[in-house]
């Protein structure tokens, strides 16, 4: 069970040594309590703990003897909160942050950025809501079609520098750090330096983008597979004819820069131009659109689009029409039915 109190001006103790302890009481300092400490139990009694103390933030630092104080506080009426203990410090996690919602981040990656001391992310990963998610230092090194504020190697140099310090760092990075999120050079810069990484999956835009449009990437008997491809260039001749010549469903993502040679391409690749095609802008985030024409028509049809955005190519968009189709049809019987009850 959770939940939200103000902490604000209350006293708050926190217990645990300092390096078992240093992210609670980071949360608590966030979260405007003022925080006294006590790193070991001793033989300290409730007559010596701090006036008007709201609440004990008990660390699980391994410590014997914190039983019996913790004991002592209950019975004086002083409630009790388990605290987990921070992590080793300095190493990296790289955490896919999903497509842009925290409702599609993983327990890990909210136990990763709980437990952080600095926080690097992306635009694409769900930045907005980091203040209610982590006490960390949040830093911006998001990157824009054609503007990067922060280069790669300069990104991949902050977190080792930082982990090196002893911090706990989060490199959070929107859908998976392994789809198109240059998370194997992270990984590769961090081995490099000897800090320690490990990498939380996340939610990526390819299945789940299409997904908030209601296209399934499959669909029995009519895709069994599906192909995806990063649009950031375009692609070749040969790649064209391969991609042309698998079937199945084709995933683009990033691709609206691209989409012109995208379309031309296949169709010269032999992909007939009446395949359905899908543009699905900004997938779970305000301003979702979503704009369906076929390989020929769609560089005008979405001659008003813009990244980010998903592309998805094959007879699954039909049956996301279909089901759209018969969705709609169904409520409207349904109003129909109620204005009639109405009546």
């Given at each position: 069970?959770?939940l939200?109190?103000?902490?604000?001006?209350r006293?708050?103790?926190?217990?645990?040594?300092?390096?078992a302890?240093?992210q609670?009481?980071?949360?608590?300092?966030?979260?405007?309590?003022?925080?006294?400490r006590?790193?070991?139990?001793?033989?300290a009694?409730?007559?010596?703990?701090?006036?008007q103390?709201?609440?004990?933030?008990?660390?699980d630092d391994?410590q014997?003897?914190?039983a019996?104080?913790?004991?002592?506080?209950?019975?004086?009426g002083?409630?009790?909160?388990?605290e987990?203990?921070?992590?080793?410090?300095?190493?990296?996690?790289?955490?896919?942050?999903?497509?842009?919602?925290?409702?599609?981040?993983?327990?890990?990656?909210?136990?990763?950025?709980?437990?952080?001391?600095?926080?690097?992310?992306?635009r694409?990963?769900?930045?907005?809501e980091?203040?209610?998610?982590?006490?960390?230092?949040?830093?911006?090194?998001?990157k824009?079609?054609?503007?990067?504020?922060?280069?790669?190697?300069?990104?991949?140099?902050?977190?080792?520098?930082?982990?090196?310090?002893?911090?706990?760092?989060?490199?959070l990075?929107g859908?998976?750090p392994?789809?198109?999120g240059?998370?194997?050079?992270?990984?590769?810069a961090c081995?490099?330096?000897?800090?320690?990484?490990?990498?939380v999956?996340?939610?990526?835009s390819?299945?789940?983008?299409?997904?908030a449009?209601?296209?399934?990437?499959?669909?029995?008997e009519?895709?069994?597979?599906f192909?995806?491809?990063?649009?950031?260039?375009?692609?070749?001749e040969?790649?064209?004819?391969h991609?042309?010549g698998?079937?199945?469903?084709?995933v683009v993502l990033?691709?609206?820069g691209?989409?012109h040679?995208?379309?031309?391409?296949?169709?010269?690749?032999?992909?007939?131009?009446?395949?359905p095609?899908?543009?699905?802008?900004?997938?779970?985030?305000?301003?979702q659109?979503?704009?369906?024409?076929?390989l020929?028509?769609?560089?005008s049809?979405?001659?008003?689009?813009s990244?980010?955005a998903?592309?998805?190519?094959?007879?699954?968009?039909?049956?996301?029409?279909?089901?759209r189709?018969?969705?709609?049809?169904?409520?409207d019987?349904d109003?129909?039915?109620a204005?009639?009850?109405?009546s």
């Open positions: 069970m959770q939200s109190i103000d902490l604000t001006g006293n708050v103790l926190v217990t645990g040594n300092p390096a302890a240093r609670a009481v980071r949360r608590y300092q966030a979260a405007g309590a003022v925080v006294h006590r790193a070991t139990p001793g033989s009694t409730v007559a010596e703990l701090p006036e103390l709201f609440l004990v933030a008990a660390v391994g014997p003897g914190w019996a104080f913790l004991d002592r506080c209950r019975t004086a002083i409630p009790v909160a388990a987990p203990a921070a992590g080793p410090a300095g190493h990296v996690t790289l955490v896919g942050g999903g497509p842009g919602t925290g409702d599609l981040l993983t327990v890990a990656a909210v136990k990763a950025l709980r437990d952080a001391d600095v926080v690097f992310y992306d694409l990963a769900p930045y907005q980091l203040p209610m998610l982590t006490s960390a230092e949040l830093v911006d090194v998001g824009k079609p054609g503007h990067h504020k922060v280069s790669q190697s300069d990104i991949e140099k902050l977190m080792v520098e930082s982990a090196l310090a002893g911090n706990n760092v989060v490199r990075k859908g998976d392994y789809v198109f240059r998370g194997g050079e992270e990984v590769a081995v490099a330096a000897g800090v320690k990484v490990q990498v999956s996340g939610v990526t390819a299945i789940s983008v299409p997904a449009a209601g296209i399934p990437v499959t669909h029995r009519v895709s069994h597979m192909t995806v491809v990063s649009g950031h260039a375009p692609l070749t040969k790649e064209h004819h991609l042309a698998l079937g199945g469903t084709i990033m691709g609206i691209t989409l040679q995208l379309a031309a391409g296949l169709r010269r690749a032999g992909m007939r131009p009446d395949m095609m899908a543009v699905v802008e900004r997938g779970y985030r305000p301003g659109r979503t704009t369906i024409a076929d020929g028509t769609i560089a049809a979405a001659a008003g689009c990244n980010p998903v592309l998805v190519i094959g007879e699954v968009v039909r049956v996301a029409e279909a089901n189709d018969h969705a709609g049809a169904a409520a019987l109003r129909l039915a204005s009639l009850l109405g």
